[in-house]
């Protein structure tokens, strides 16, 4: 059974820019969560997506954005990007609870 | 919004047993205690999840006083393999409104 599958796995963009990142889920998974992950702060949730709808977002400006499609693959996007967006930001799938999800490797996101 | 807090690092010898306790005052009725384990360069794996009493499963197991103002993570004779950070989550299991706050990570190392 394939796990989840961030792509690209680095990035690197220019102050100002904006990026988008993919997650496949697990096959079956229809809550997709995304979170961010910085030495400084941590793990911080961004949002949830369960069947194509935002079920709950993080305190994350709204520079932060995401999206569901019907096969529960989810993409999320960060616009005018700003040097501390530089962080690893992780996709996790799961049947329904989003505490109790696999996470993927992860898209080590530079911005210069 | 529940916060959470683990000591930052621990050590512990080959064989031992390691019990990391997180601090989480502010924990809602319906929100669930999780436990994920980390390695470098790799997102987070699920270990446990508990609301109340014990829970324990072929890896581990998770001790919820009654008051909920905290929980352990007890791992059981602990090998290199186990140095790892362990995050503490807690948020609520379903849909609705929730946030999913993780504790900064302790991160364990053992000692041959």
């Known amino acids: 059974k394939a796990g989840v599958t961030q792509t690209p796995r680095y990035l690197i963009k220019t102050r100002g820019q904006q990026v988008t990142l993919s997650c496949s889920p697990i096959?079956?998974?229809?809550?997709v969560s995304w979170y961010q992950q910085t030495p400084g702060q941590g793990l911080q949730f961004l949002f949830e997506?369960?069947?194509?709808?935002?079920?709950n977002k993080g305190n994350f400006p709204g520079r932060f954005s995401g999206r569901q499609f019907s096969n529960s693959r989810s993409e999320m996007n960060v616009s005018t990007l700003e040097l501390g967006d530089s962080a690893l930001y992780l996709c996790a799938s799961s049947l329904d609870r989003p505490t109790e999800a696999f996470f993927g490797q992860g898209t080590r996101l530079t911005v210069v | 919004l529940a916060k959470t807090t683990q000591p930052i690092s621990m050590d512990s010898y080959e064989g031992q047993e390691v019990n990391i306790t997180c601090s989480h005052n502010?924990?809602?009725?319906?929100?669930?205690i999780t436990w994920y384990q980390q390695f470098p360069s790799q997102g987070p794996r699920f270990i446990i999840q508990g609301y109340k009493t014990k829970v324990t499963n072929e890896v581990a197991s998770l001790f919820i006083p009654a008051d909920r103002k905290s929980s352990t993570l007890s791992l059981p004779r602990v090998s290199l393999s186990d140095t790892a950070v362990y995050y503490c989550?807690?948020?609520?299991?379903?849909?609705?409104?929730?946030?999913?706050?993780f504790g900064k990570g302790t991160k364990l190392s053992v000692i041959p």
């Open positions: 989550l807690v948020g609520n299991s379903g849909a609705g409104s929730y946030q999913l706050t």
């Open positions: 997506y369960f069947s194509e709808t935002q079920r």
């Open positions: 502010n924990i809602a009725t319906n929100d669930y």
């Open positions: 096959s079956g998974h229809r809550s």
